[in-house]
Structure formats: C-alpha cells, structure tokens
C-alpha cells in the first residue's frame, strides 16, 4: 500500500517561481507530476525514476522526463535518501494554472502516462497571475 501527499501550490505572479514537493510511502520505482486546468484533459508535467543502483535491464523511460509546455522551465529532482520528489517550477506563466497532482508506481517502466500510475495524490492548487 502506498500513500501519495503533496504540497506547496500556491499564488505567484508571472515569471515567478514556485515549488512543489511530494512523498510516497513503501516502494516505488517512479514517481511523477501531472496537472489538471479547468476544461482541459489531464497533462504530465514531470517524471522521476527512483532507484539507488542502475535500473534493471529493460526499464523504460527517460528520466527525468518532462511535458513539451514545461521544459525548459520545470525540474523535477529526487529528495535524496527518500521516497520524495520536489517540482521546481520557474518563469511562470498563467496557462500554468492548474491543479498539480502527483503520482507513483512500483512498475517496469516511467513514462508521461497516466495510465501507468497507481497512486496518485490529492492535488495542489497553482495559480499564476498577470
């Protein structure tokens, strides 16, 4: 059984930052950011594979993996030692507005899916005003 617990969103004003943070319990192999705004399908944002050795022969997946709208913009980076991932979001911009939500899973693979997480979080709120 693993629990999913984010937190950190916020208001900030364009070209600010802001940044997230998430813990799951028990194993996981991969954890990851996705964002929901009003009206729009659910997006990835950022992903994560966890790990302290190499990974096994046929895990799939860049990491870290990041959404076309937030790179270059957005890093996800492992809190080390832990079973825990932080967003660090810079230069943002109002379409960022969304509900964040974070994800993980014990499988073979970590890809900007959705389908492929297990556990999810509540959610935090991001708001970018102009």
């Known amino acids: 059984q693993v629990h999913v617990v984010e937190s950190g969103g916020g208001s900030v004003e364009a070209g600010g930052s802001l940044t997230l943070s998430c813990s799951a319990s028990?194993?996981?192999?991969?954890m990851a950011w996705f964002r929901q705004a009003p009206g729009k399908e659910r997006e990835g944002v950022a992903s994560?594979?966890?790990?302290?050795?190499?990974?096994?022969?046929?895990?799939?997946?860049?990491?870290?993996s990041y959404g076309p709208s937030v790179s270059g913009r957005f890093t996800i980076a492992q809190d080390n030692g832990k079973n825990a991932v932080y967003l660090h979001m810079n230069r943002l911009q109002p379409w960022d507005t969304a509900m964040y939500f974070c994800a993980a899973h014990s499988g073979a693979y970590c890809h900007l899916d959705d389908w492929e997480y297990d556990y999810w979080g509540h959610g935090t709120q991001v708001t970018v005003s102009s």
């Open positions: 994560l594979r966890f790990g302290d050795g190499p990974p096994m022969y046929g895990l799939g997946g860049e990491s870290p």
């Open positions: 028990g194993p996981i192999t991969c």
